[in-house]
């Protein structure tokens, strides 16, 4: 069995490297892939360009591929399982109508408040003027997003007026995010503890995945720019067993069933960014239309059922059939990032140490990768955020000491990472050790 991974980050790598334990599967295929899906064992990378769905969907003809996975939005934002679809060509993934969900704040905030599924209050706007009115009305701190795809940077957590306003400036003056932001949506300030809630879904019936929670901040203690993701952790505490039902009676569900009932029925990966208050109140943050990075990486390592069944099952329409199975220990993945990231950052600078990690634990997944022939092959830097140290540990707090165990050994001009990954749940364990 062949199978196509679409994609080149971290996350690709996890789902891939997932992929090649099944025993079927003879060839993994990524389109462009990455330096460490180039030399893992059943991966190999093809130079196709992940928008380009005529030479993915020729590839796929050609090499008898199973089935396509999906991984980053852009392809499903435009359309990519409806191509494939049209080819005959199984393909994992909600089609373009669905992927609004992600493609279009506007588009989500509005399913939810139709389907009362909470989350938080919002206005639309296309002009400025009005924008800052209304920030000026509803007070900070406040949200500000761009409506359309932003690579994960088009929200701006303003805590003044000031920072709103230069956000919409941004947004719909300056064209920061060009026509993703021609468009914005500002919401009210949620306060709490935010969780990832991703879910494998066939139209119908629902496979949820482990809980996670990313870090999405640049710095220690959650400050600075926001990011694609600087770590993650699963599973997330702050969703214990109620919360966990109440999210799939009050979120998942409701989703599912409104998009059918919408007309639009969902297949794919089904990714709820949730609020979680002190009170025990769940919000709606933002929905994706794939599989979170970097929650990917703790959550595929701590994967144990088979993720290949689990495709093929969804693809079918029988996902019910279905039972997902866990590594009961914890995994703890944090990102390497290159200097100036998440603005514009240098490429090209040798990594070292990839060779030195042995703690079978351990899983370094590439994102922003090559490798170059020269007189001995070398991987480089090719993105912002590089590498994601994922590791397992009997708790939280050990899993976290071998993630940062393994990073000490890798090294490169300008690498950075944050230093309190899953700096919550230890807290939380902790106080659980003590009471």
């Known amino acids: 069995m062949k199978i196509l991974i679409v994609g080149s980050g971290g996350r690709e790598h996890a789902l891939a490297w997932k992929v090649a334990q099944n025993s079927r599967v003879t060839d993994v295929y990524l389109a462009p892939g990455n330096g460490g899906t180039q030399t893992e064992k059943k991966l190999t990378n093809v130079l196709l360009d992940p928008l380009d769905f005529e030479d993915l969907a020729t590839f796929a003809e050609k090499n008898k591929i199973a089935f396509t996975l999906i991984g980053p939005e852009a392809p499903l934002v435009n359309g990519i399982v409806d191509f494939f679809q049209s080819r005959n060509l199984p393909c994992f993934g909600p089609s373009k109508e669905a992927s609004q969900l992600e493609g279009s704040k506007a588009f989500s905030k509005d399913f939810l408040k139709r389907h009362k599924i909470p989350s938080a209050e919002y206005e639309v706007f296309t002009d400025s003027a009005k924008a800052k009115a209304f920030v000026t009305q509803a007070g900070t701190p406040i949200v500000i997003k761009a409506d359309g795809l932003a690579a994960g940077k088009g929200v701006v957590v303003a805590q003044t007026e000031q920072e709103a306003n230069s956000a919409i400036d941004d947004m719909l003056t300056a064209e920061k995010y060009g026509q993703a932001g021609r468009r914005v949506v500002i919401e009210t300030f949620l306060e709490g503890e935010e969780a990832s809630f991703i879910a494998m879904v066939d139209g119908k019936n629902i496979l949820p995945m482990a809980t996670s929670q990313d870090h999405k901040t640049r710095d220690a203690g959650d400050k600075g720019p926001n990011t694609g993701g600087m770590g993650a ?13 109440r999210v799939m009676r009050e979120v998942i569900i409701p989703t599912v069933e409104g998009m059918a009932l919408d007309g639009i029925p969902y297949t794919g990966f089904l990714y709820a960014g949730l609020m979680i208050s002190s009170n025990g ?14 929650e990917a990486q703790p959550v595929m390592l701590r994967l144990q059922s088979d993720f290949v069944e689990h495709c093929m099952e969804a693809l079918a329409g029988r996902l019910d059939q279905q039972t997902a199975k866990w590594d009961p220990r914890p995994a703890v993945g944090v990102v390497m990032a290159a ?10 600078e040798k990594i070292t140490g990839l060779n030195e990690i042995s703690n079978p634990d351990v899983k370094i997944f590439h994102a922003g990768t090559k ?11 090719n993105g912002g955020r590089v590498l994601c140290s994922a590791a397992l540990g009997a708790n939280i707090a050990e899993a976290q000491k071998n ?5 000490e050994k890798i090294a490169w001009d300008g690498a950075f990472y944050r230093d309190d990954i899953a700096y919550r749940a230890i807290a939380r364990e902790n106080r659980t050790e003590t009471e």
């Open 339 to 348: 200097k100036g990231y998440p603005a514009a950052y240098s490429t090209g």
């Open 371 to 381: 490798t170059v022939e020269e007189d001995q092959p070398k991987t480089i830097t």
């Open 281 to 294: 109140s769940i919000n709606v943050i933002e929905f994706n239309c794939r599989f979170g990075d970097p």
């Open 403 to 407: 993630a940062y165990a393994a990073i």
């Open 233 to 245: 952790y699963s599973p997330a505490p702050v969703l214990d067993e109620e919360t966990y039902s």
